[in-house]
């Protein structure tokens, strides 16, 4: 009995590994989320540099979502017993044109990390690591989310950017945003 109990152990082990390849792109795709949440962070001091408190907040909010994605895709790492490498960050820009220009810079970094993430699901599908495609969905669809999201923000932006009683109304709003920790990162 306990000879089929260790070849469950080993046969469940088996089924969950992740290939070379895909520990590689989920460790890169680690520091791509890391990469975010500095990049954001720097967002929101150009904000709070300009007293606009509540956009700075949901940058920061962004950052903190975005450091959860990476202990999400690490845990997931290291559930599947892929080897963990922690990849090198790059120093995001801190200059920016004006408030439009982040917006639409933050639209087109939550382009590439979907593209990104596409990718990664691409690369298990053709392995046919199930696990890996399970796992990237709940990925997926925070992508739609995010993308949607500062498309959103990138029209309301332009709407109010040249309004200063607009863009105070906009601040306020999201000022309300809050980081949630999803129960399952």
């Known amino acids: 009995m306990i000879s089929g109990f260790y070849s469950i152990i080993l046969t469940t082990n088996l089924l969950l590994m992740v290939s070379e390849k895909i520990a590689q792109l989920i460790n890169e795709q680690i520091a791509h989320e890391q990469y975010a949440a500095q990049y954001y962070l720097s967002m929101s001091a150009w904000f709070s540099s300009k007293d606009l408190d509540g956009i700075a907040n949901y940058f920061r909010v962004q950052s903190k979502e975005e450091l959860m994605h990476a202990d999400k895709m690490f845990d997931y790492l290291n559930d599947v017993g892929g080897e963990i490498i922690i990849g090198?960050?790059?120093?995001?820009?801190?200059?920016?044109?004006?408030?439009?220009?982040?917006?639409?810079?933050?639209?087109?970094?939550?382009?590439?990390?979907?593209?990104?993430?596409?990718?990664?699901?691409?690369?298990?599908?053709?392995?046919?690591?199930?696990?890996?495609?399970?796992?990237?969905?709940?990925?997926?669809?925070?992508q739609v989310e995010e993308e949607a999201s500062a498309s959103q923000y990138v029209t309301k932006i332009k709407m109010v950017s040249d309004n200063p009683s607009a863009l105070y109304l906009f601040d306020q709003e999201l000022a309300q945003r809050v980081f949630v920790p999803d129960p399952t990162a």
């Open 88 to 142: 090198e960050i790059a120093k995001p820009p801190h200059e920016f044109e004006n408030a439009i220009d982040i917006f639409q810079k933050a639209l087109e970094h939550e382009k590439k990390v979907t593209k990104s993430i596409f990718n990664i699901v691409k690369n298990a599908n053709d392995e046919g690591d199930f696990a890996t495609t399970s796992f990237l969905q709940w990925f997926i669809n925070e």
